[in-house]
């Protein structure tokens, strides 16, 4: 397992949300002080408050992808149109994995899976295989920036 995902999961162990997950496990990379990360996603929880909509680690992975590759000046319209290309593909590969980018399809999914638990015994968090493959996701396309660089 690598770094982003082993903090994702303990993130999400601690008891933060799936988008406080996702999003704080790449606070080396945004420079943002772990508290400010937690309160900065903390609404995104649950498809943005509980509502079931985007699914909220995907939202935190699209949030940090925003902190590293994102843009800042408003009429760059090359540096959007790549940064939105970006957000789509992770979409694309999020919903190919997951099958739905909507927190409620996501969680009605779930009801089909067994109950998992950790080999201490501990049962396993019921989004927690979505909040690793977000995470999974936005780094491989890490590393494929890299690779391309």
Known sequence: MNSHVEAAVSLNNKGF????????????ETQLDPNQAAKL???????????????????????????????DDPTDKTAKDQHYELVRELGKRFTLVNGSLLCRDLLESNKARPVLFSSDGVKVKECEHIVRSAVQLLDDVIREKKRQA
């Open 17 to 28: 949300n799936c988008a406080q997950s996702s999003f704080g496990a790449y606070n080396e």
């Open 41 to 71: 996603s903390s609404s995104f929880g649950g498809g943005f408050g509980k509502l079931g909509e985007v699914c909220g680690a995907f939202s935190g992975i699209c949030m940090a992808a925003g902190m590293i590759y994102g843009y």
